[in-house]
């Protein structure tokens, strides 16, 4: 027995509940079955129940077993001090309050009907990454969709939480965040890492005093990246350790080693040594991107700021000393809208929230569903089952169901699985009164 599936079976009251006693043989009425409590605390907020005519009102705690309540130090917890009722699977030992008083409980066991539970086993012993993929094929997908609101806001969520880590290290400065997020961004998933250590080495303050001279920004940015300690036999890169010298001396500053920085089955085009030339050509361009970004309304407006490019230099570079074909190194199409997905609309919402200003969370997801869908190996496992993310609100959505529910078989808790779950139950049944009539 798992206690998603009790959650589940109280949610959608998918058992009898009247006649119902506790396990201290008293008869009891749910007159509120409670709020679905998302969050740390009890499972069930704000329930109401009546015990032999008394009425309760507050808590409802959920297990598998009663000990579990011990296990997991409620009794010490003040968030679990107004718990009215104990909902187990099985009442293994007495829970009592800290005042001596027992805690009513009800135990589901023999209250839970066979074809839930073999249901539940069922998808979840299917082998699928997807559990649902054969329902998805044949089945209407309408329900589908409208949960994608609700998964695209967690992974929202998901992804504001290190940049509220690093506004506390940066003591509330967003401009200096706001650079961190941007660099990771420019990184990618190979180099995300070395770019975030990259952004600890330089206050945007610093970047700030320079941002009128490109060639001192990429100066400051290569040198810090670890790049500048090799004797480069170009011009260009020789003029940057001048230049670096100068810098580091004057603020004392300590570069990367270089180690950090991957090379490996990435195009040209997305190497390091190319994303930093562009990301010194974008504080070149916006000197105060923070207020430009808080300013801006309408996603051209956004995709036009990162409308930029490498430097000269690398028109015939990809890396310092060697040649390649002649190209203009301008931020693609996909990149915009990787950094806009992954990093402008978060750092928007996470604004909205500290600032308690709905203007910038609106303003968030607005871009989230004006913005194309993602184009990546998941979106299109999930394409060949029918599935089409209209914009990258859903397709974001769907990489969240993806990896915290379906990959963790946690259907219970996604609405299409509820849905799966129900047909498969209701087949149960019916084939187990065929068998026994």
């Known amino acids: 027995m798992k206690e998603a599936l009790l959650h589940y079976v109280w949610k959608t009251k998918s058992f009898p ?16 079955f409670g709020i679905y409590n998302l969050n740390a605390g009890p499972d069930f907020l704000q329930g109401k129940i009546r015990i032999q005519n008394t009425q309760w009102v507050g808590h409802i705690e959920i297990h598998v077993m009663s000990s579990d309540w011990i296990k997991h130090n409620h009794e010490i917890d003040p968030a679990y001090e107004n718990v009215i009722l104990h909902v187990v699977w099985e009442e ?71 940049i509220s880590i690093e506004l506390e290290a940066n003591k509330n400065y967003w401009a200096q965040s706001l650079f961190t997020a941007i660099c990771r961004c420019f990184g990618l998933k190979v180099n995300s890492d070395a770019m975030d250590a990259l952004s600890k080495r330089i206050p945007v303050t610093l970047i700030a005093k320079h941002n009128d001279n490109l060639f001192q920004l990429e100066a400051l940015l290569y040198g810090q990246a670890g ?51 562009q990301l010194a050509n974008l504080y070149f361009t916006h000197k105060d991107l923070h207020a430009d970004l808080l300013t801006i309304e309408t996603l051209g407006e ?4 990162f409308n930029i490019k490498a430097s000269e230099y690398w028109e015939m570079h990809h890396l310092f000393d060697k040649t390649g074909a002649n190209k203009v190194k301008k931020l693609g199409k996909e990149m915009v809208k990787s950094i806009i997905i992954n990093g402008i609309i978060p750092f928007l919402f996470a604004y909205g929230q500290f600032m308690s200003d709905d203007r910038y969370i609106d303003r968030a997801l607005k871009f989230a569903e004006e913005i194309e869908p993602e184009k990546n190996k998941i979106i299109r496992e999930w394409n060949k089952l029918g599935i089409q993310p209209k914009n990258a609100l859903e397709s974001q959505g769907i990489l969240n169901l993806y990896k915290n529910y379906c990959l963790k078989k946690r259907c219970l808790e996604c609405a299409y699985g509820n849905k799966v779950l129900k047909q498969i139950s209701q087949l149960i049944h019916e084939e187990t009164t065929e068998a026994y009539a």
């Open 302 to 305: 956004l995709k036009n700021i």
């Open 92 to 162: 293994d030992e007495i829970i009592y309050r800290k005042d001596g008083t027992r805690i009513p409980c009800i135990e589901l066991k023999s209250l839970i009907p066979y074809s839930i539970i073999m249901g539940y086993n069922r998808l979840a012993a299917r082998p699928d990454k997807i559990p649902c993929a054969s329902d998805l094929r044949h089945n209407s997908i309408d329900q589908f969709y409208l949960q994608l609101n609700r998964m695209y806001v967690e992974r929202l969520e998901e992804k504001c939480y290190p």
């Open 17 to 32: 509940f009247t006649d119902l006693q506790t396990t201290e043989n008293e008869n009891i009425l749910i007159d509120n």
């Open 227 to 277: 790049m500048l300690s090799h004797s480069w036999n170009d011009t260009y890169p020789q003029e940057l350790i001048k230049e670096f010298k100068f810098l580091k001396s004057k603020y004392q500053l300590t570069p990367m080693n270089g180690i950090e920085w991957k090379l490996a089955r990435m195009r040209p085009t997305s190497f390091p040594t190319i994303r930093i030339s």
